[in-house]
């Protein structure tokens, strides 16, 4: 079965069986490791990438039913040298510890943006509910979210 | 020579930083030096490793809580096709390894593979490598193992008792260590107090839960008889020896890579069957590397997890509030292997007098053999358990003779430049100023006893933390390395392993500090045991205060390099020279003599053509503890924070809302003041896990809740506001004047959290977690 998976604005003709994970296919067919994963059972957000601009768990989506959706990844973020602001805006407020939950984090906030630049605090927090962050670093997480929304707003 | 200056400008353009941050970088809020590549995915973990011709290795595990092995047949597995190796113990040395060899030799208890018993559900005994994880999971279940069932015991205190099934079959009663600690003359200083009370404390196991599971690349070069294994690990060099001694190899036979690491929280600083099964199912393989990723249900159930405690307590204090005698016991569940249970024990017993001055105290720790899963190492140690237990306790005393908790505390805390009872060498102490600063950030005596008409109420724990702790060899060193390349950029390696507290930011800002460049020259290369210098690892808070010793030893080491130079070449005494801010400048008047720059191209001129390798290596000055009582100096230098907690309960559902969290750190000094937060709020929060919800529960050994569906985790919704008061009391041996603070946050948490309750509602909870089921009840028993 073919697919046509379009990646961070790339066109990719796959040849599926049809069972695999949005992740696997991410992951070990493109090479798009920025996506991780760490419970495989929709439980902890950090295999989150964006579906037409959409936040999904691509450890519990079947790459063949995204055909020509757009997909991005955090590898699809920046522009050129150019980190996205919400990359900035995580360095900047301390919002990276280790750093696994990290795109899944991005990719989730996005999507929120994505709705609505300006979001207050608890509308983050529950946008970013289902990502975990064991380090902690929650409070650094929903201060970049806000940051990066008011830069992205006053454009 | 080649010119950087220009690059030097333009990099970080991204970052809003002021270049003067840069070139003084100590005390600067300087962005994550591996921050871009961790924002943009770039940055690759082990868990994102894949080398040509990659295995999957698989772990078999003992089904059964304890039983003898009676047989192993591999021969369906080995004709299953894609499958490229399978070992037992056959394949092994059965030579024993342990975290506590030096000072506990009897602890070393558990084989790479075991060849005699399981003793846990999950007992590795041997390992599969096959093409892909299917072949790998199928081969494991055609392996046929035999074995005698055996009975199991899977409570402490049960397994103390005579005729209790034993675990290991040389350790009566199961009683794996037994740690006395004993000064003065406790019984009689009960006798003489005005007030004694007893308590009894809970503490449940929780789990590390890192976002990336324990993950390892194995591979063994057999020609040339050199392992590598890349690995998601706070101690690569612990992971080395342990893997020497196993496998009778010499330490440069061995390559342990730290890749970047997604969280440890100590659940990733030692050696696992797993790392030992990497390497040699690649042997067998011969040569292929071979990838072990533990999912999260394994992660969860075979990894380690924290030691369950009861912590009981006696004690007696004067009227005035004067600590006079704290006697207690201490029963922790060690599971099946001891791990580093007796440094557990240790620092859940001995903590307590860098935080308290107490005359007579007599505690008795045992760690109990259990078939239940192996506890270790976790974020506090046993500081956490310890911390909850006796913080309440010093509440109930207080309570006892009518007395404010936080005046309590303040008459009987540790003070600067003292010795304790136990001959603890405290030099910079900052409880005092942390107590009274967070008690009046937090309002508390407007607040404290109070609020009880809308079930609101504030409560206290105070706590100390070592910076390092010189347990688990004759030194505990950290070495580092500064090589000042001829462009001018420079390298900093370090044998520290940042598992994302961001110990690779804050050693650079060390270094750039020290040596007066720009931070943005600094590149640095960590934790690979063939090219870094060695390091004990990411542990007991130890990293900024030895590593960045360490550190900043390596950076002066280079710039008296290149002062010598300098002085050679412009008529004078290096001692005269310093470098600051990327200029060599005269210490009497501060004038410039030359850039570093043109220093540089000196040092590599035709002339003098010397290379710029500056070394560092730091072994704090302790003395070693005596363990038949617990005496000893295990930290040269000790952290001190006082944590305040306001709740609110609701009296109908049982459900704890924590409204706000003062934390007031003496850090010494914040090389980095937000990645200092950062460390306070993440520990904070994981305290707040363990106090509300966090709970690892086993049933006849078995994990029952192995994923993040029934084992909670804190998420963002729920997070209370924070406050972290930073207190700078310059430690006379941090670097800087700085210390380490990754752990202690996390250790009053939850006595803060349950004297707040107490405060708001007047029910005293000794067991943790706090849920709403006990609240309820606890509020029931109250009004019967």
Redesign the interface.
């Given at each position: 079965m073919t697919t046509t998976l379009i990646v961070n604005n790339k066109k990719y003709e796959l040849n599926l069986k049809g069972h695999e994970t949005l992740l696997e296919v991410l992951?070990d067919h493109l090479g798009?490791?920025?996506?991780?994963?760490?419970?495989?059972?929709a439980?902890?957000g950090?295999c989150t990438v964006l579906v037409d601009g959409k936040s999904v768990l691509s450890c519990i989506t079947l790459a063949a039913t995204l055909d020509s959706q757009n997909i991005t990844?955090?590898?699809g973020?920046?522009q050129g040298d150019?980190?996205h602001p919400l990359?900035?805006a995580?360095?900047?407020?301390?919002a990276?510890?280790?750093?696994?939950?990290?795109?899944g984090m991005?990719l989730a906030a996005q999507s929120l943006l994505n709705k609505n630049l300006a979001p207050t605090e608890e509308e983050?927090?529950?946008a970013?509910?289902?990502?975990?962050?064991?380090?902690?670093?929650?409070?650094?997480?929903?201060e970049a979210v806000k940051s990066a929304g008011q830069k992205l707003k006053n454009g | 020579m080649l010119k950087s200056s220009k690059r030097l400008n333009q990099q970080d353009k991204n970052l809003k930083m002021d270049n003067k941050d840069f070139l003084n970088p100590v005390g600067k809020n300087i962005p994550r030096i591996d921050g871009k590549g961790l924002v943009t995915g770039q940055t690759k973990y082990t868990f994102d490793m894949n080398l040509p011709g990659i295995l999957v290795g698989k772990m078999l595990r003992s089904p059964h809580p304890h039983a003898k092995i009676l047989k192993i047949d591999t021969s369906k597995a080995e004709q299953l096709p894609g499958v490229k190796a399978i070992i037992t113990a056959e394949d092994t040395s059965k030579i024993k390894f342990g975290s506590n060899e030096y000072f506990f030799p009897h602890t070393v208890d558990q084989e790479a593979l075991e060849s005699q018993k399981v003793r846990y559900i999950g007992d590795e005994i041997g390992a599969v490598a096959a093409i892909d994880e299917k072949t790998a999971d199928e081969a494991i279940k055609l392996i046929d193992v035999q074995y005698e069932i055996l009975p199991a015991v899977f409570d402490a205190e049960e397994a103390m008792k005579p005729g209790a099934p034993q675990v290991h079959n040389h350790v009566r009663n199961n009683i794996g260590v037994m740690l006395p600690v004993n000064f003065g003359n406790a019984e009689r200083g009960l006798q003489e107090s005005d007030y004694v009370r007893e308590d009894v404390f809970y503490c449940q196991s929780a789990a590390h839960a890192c976002m990336e599971t324990h993950t390892c690349v194995g591979q063994w070069e057999t020609f040339s008889n050199k392992i590598t294994l890349w690995i998601s690990h706070q101690a690569p060099f612990k992971v080395r020896e342990a893997l020497a001694k196993c496998l009778k190899m010499n330490l440069n036979d061995i390559r342990v890579i730290k890749l970047a690491s997604g969280g440890g929280f100590g659940g990733k600083l030692e050696m696992l069957p797993m790392d030992f099964s990497a390497c040699l199912l690649s042997k067998k393989a011969g040569g292929v590397p071979v990838k072990i990723c533990y999912n999260r249900e394994e992660e969860f159930s075979f990894s380690r997890r924290k030691h369950s405690m009861i912590y009981k307590l006696k004690s007696g204090i004067k009227k005035d509030g004067t600590i006079v005698a704290i006697t207690g016991e201490v029963i922790a569940d060690g599971g099946a292997y001891c791990s580093y249970g007796p440094t557990v024990l240790a620092a859940a017993t001995m903590r307590i007098f860098m935080v308290y001055k107490i005359p007579n105290l007599k505690i008795t720790a045992y760690r109990i053999y259990t078939n239940n899963p192996v506890s270790g190492a976790i974020r506090g140690f046993g500081g956490v358990q310890s911390g909850f237990s006796i913080e309440s306790h010093m509440d109930l005393l207080a309570q006892g003779i009518g007395m404010d908790p936080v005046e309590f505390r303040l008459k009987n805390i540790t003070e600067p430049n003292m010795v304790t009872t136990n001959k603890m060498i405290i030099t910079s102490n900052g409880l005092r100023e942390c107590i009274e600063k967070a008690t009046a950030a937090s309002g508390w005596k407007q607040k404290h006893g109070k609020q009880q008409n809308i079930c609101r109420g504030i409560g206290i724990g105070i706590a100390a933390d070592v910076m390092g702790s010189k347990m688990y060899k004759s030194h505990e060193s950290g070495g580092a390395i500064i090589k000042v390349e001829e462009d001018c950029s420079v390298y900093l390696f370090t044998g520290a392993a940042d598992t994302g507290q961001g110990a690779n930011t804050a050693l650079s800002q060390i270094a750039a500090q020290e040596l007066g460049i720009s931070f943005k020259r600094i590149k640095c290369t960590a934790a690979d045991t063939e090219i870094t210098p060695f390091d004990t690892g990411s542990f007991a808070s130890r990293v900024t205060f030895i590593s960045g010793n360490s550190a900043l030893l390596a950076a002066r080491d280079a710039k008296q390099q290149i002062l010598n130079v300098v002085a050679q070449e412009y008529q004078c005494q290096s001692e005269d020279l310093d470098i600051k801010a990327e200029q060599v400048i005269k210490k009497a008047s501060n004038s410039v003599i030359i850039s570093f720059e043109k220093a540089v191209e000196l040092c590599y001129s035709f002339n003098y053509g010397t290379q710029v390798i500056g070394r560092g290596s730091f072994n704090p000055k302790t003395t070693p503890i005596d363990f038949r009582t617990g005496e000893g100096n295990v930290s040269g230098s000790y952290g001190f924070e006082a944590q305040i907690a306001e709740v609110e309960v609701n009296k109908e559902t049982g459900e704890v809302k924590i409204l706000k969290i003062w934390d007031a750190h003496d850090v010494g000094k914040a090389i980095n003041p937000q990645s200092v937060k950062g460390q306070i709020e993440g520990s904070l929060i994981m305290g707040i896990g363990y106090s509300l919800y966090e709970n690892l529960q086993f049933k006849n050994g078995r994990v029952v809740n192995p994923n993040f569906g029934h084992y909670k985790v804190p998420r963002s919704v729920g997070i209370p506001p924070m406050e972290s008061i930073l207190i700078e009391t310059n430690d006379p041996n941090g670097p800087f004047g700085a210390k380490g603070m990754g752990e202690a946050a996390l250790l009053p948490t939850a006595a803060a959290i349950a004297n707040a309750i107490e405060d708001a509602v007047g029910i005293r909870l000794k067991e943790l977690p706090f849920t709403p089921d006990k609240i309820i009840k606890a509020l029931k028993g109250m009004t019967k």
């Open positions: 992951r798009f490791t920025g996506t991780k994963s760490a419970c495989q059972e439980e902890c950090a990844t955090i590898e973020l920046s150019n980190l990359q900035e995580f360095l900047e407020k301390g990276v510890q280790c750093g696994f939950c990290t795109p991005i983050i927090k529950k970013l509910d289902g990502n975990l962050c064991r380090c902690a670093g929650y409070v650094e997480i929903v | -």
